[in-house]
């Protein structure tokens, strides 16, 4: 009860069904999903210390809107992880793991048809998912898709608004080549500029050019 609670109230927050900075009552969520609040509570826990809420205890819950400086940190994370991960991946990609990822690609060409930005950011995260796992450090894999929860529940994107879907496809396509290729160094590469460029992105769509800049300054500090 308390996974099934988890994923539909994880689920609530990225769709936006639940206001953030709002104080949101335990029971009238649990009545929502049809539960009790123990599980509701033990799911809290669990999206407290994914950043995704603040628990308010004897109170309720808040969804957290998240600031310029914490978008700076959780791509500067990404960075620090996903970079390494990549060039591990491709160098211990299996056939059964290329055709993982065709299949994750085929799936965002599916939700790209149907013109579906949410199916599809879902399956651009699934990517990302399953070529961190190729990289054999499940934990790692976890970690930052726990990261990637807290930029969505702050209801960012720049899908259909800074680029379109096709645009977010293309750096996908060039990740899988390059570790369908074996080619460790340029996939590290590939994936290091598609994570700046959606960082930046993202920062100035939402923040705009101050917290961009920020950001280029963070990156210059995590130079080796």
């Known amino acids: 009860m308390t996974d099934r609670a988890t994923s539909a109230l994880r689920s609530a927050i990225l769709r936006g069904d639940l206001e953030p900075n709002t104080l949101h009552a335990v029971h009238t969520v649990a009545e929502s999903l049809g539960v009790s609040r123990t599980p509701v509570r033990e799911a809290l826990i669990r999206l407290a210390a994914e950043g995704m809420v603040r628990v308010q205890r004897n109170r309720g819950f808040v969804v957290l ?47 790209m048809s149907a013109d579906d930005a949410e ?34 529940s702050s209801g960012v994107s720049t899908a259909n608004r800074t680029e379109s879907i096709g645009e977010i496809l293309e750096p996908h396509l060039e ?50």
Do not use: C, W
């Not at 100035?204 to 210059?220: I, N, S």
């Open 175 to 224: 990740l899988l080549r390059l570790v369908r290729d074996g080619r460790p160094a340029e996939a590290a590469a590939s994936m290091r500029e598609h994570l700046v460029s959606t960082g930046h992105k993202l920062l100035t769509q939402e923040f705009g050019d101050e917290a961009a800049a920020r950001f280029a300054d963070a990156l210059g500090a995590y130079e080796v």
């Open 119 to 152: 199916l599809f950011l879902r399956e651009d995260r699934q990517f990302h998912r399953t070529l961190l796992s190729i990289s054999g450090n499940e934990r790692l894999a976890e970690f930052v898709d726990s990261l990637r929860n807290v930029v969505l």
């Open 65 to 111: 809107r998240h600031s310029p400086q914490d978008l700076v940190e959780i791509f500067s994370l990404r960075l620090l992880l996903e970079v390494p991960a990549t060039r591990a991946a491709a160098s211990m990609a299996t056939g059964d793991d290329v055709a993982a990822l065709e299949a994750d690609i085929a799936r965002m060409r599916d939700a």
